[in-house]
């Protein structure tokens, strides 16, 4: 069984930083892609970032620019680092793992608050 576990999220004021860590319970090599998505409240959950197995990375328009997602392979570790936040990112923040047989793996959130 896969385990994802977030961390770093928070409460930040608008235009500050949070880099939120996902680590997982094995290898990242064994994993299609990884990414984060996030779920604001009545919102639905929306892919935010996304790094390929290959290295290859997608935004959402919103976060382009102030987005970044990094690993760490050896650490089996993905990252999210959100600059110039605004009260608009504040939501859930979920790490999700894809394998090459399709299997979804979900963490169990991390509570990002922007707010002055």
């Known amino acids: 069984q896969v385990q994802l576990v977030e961390s770093g999220g928070g409460l930040v004021q608008p235009g500050g930083s949070l880099r939120l860590s996902c680590a997982a319970s094995?290898?990242?090599?064994?994993?299609?892609?990884m990414g984060w998505y996030r779920q604001a409240l009545g919102k639905q959950r929306e892919l935010v970032a996304r790094?390929?197995?290959?290295?290859?990375?997608a935004y959402v328009d919103s976060v382009k620019g102030r987005f970044t997602i990094s690993r760490d392979n050896a650490a089996n570790t993905v990252y999210l680092q959100m600059n110039s936040l605004t009260p608009e990112d504040t939501a859930e923040y979920y790490c999700?793992?894809?394998?090459?047989?399709?299997?979804?793996?979900w963490g169990q959130g991390t509570q990002v608050t922007v707010s002055s």
């Open positions: 790094i390929k197995y290959g290295g290859n990375t």
């Open positions: 999700n793992a894809q394998g090459f047989d399709s299997v979804q793996y």
């Open positions: 094995r290898s990242i090599f064994g994993f299609l892609s």
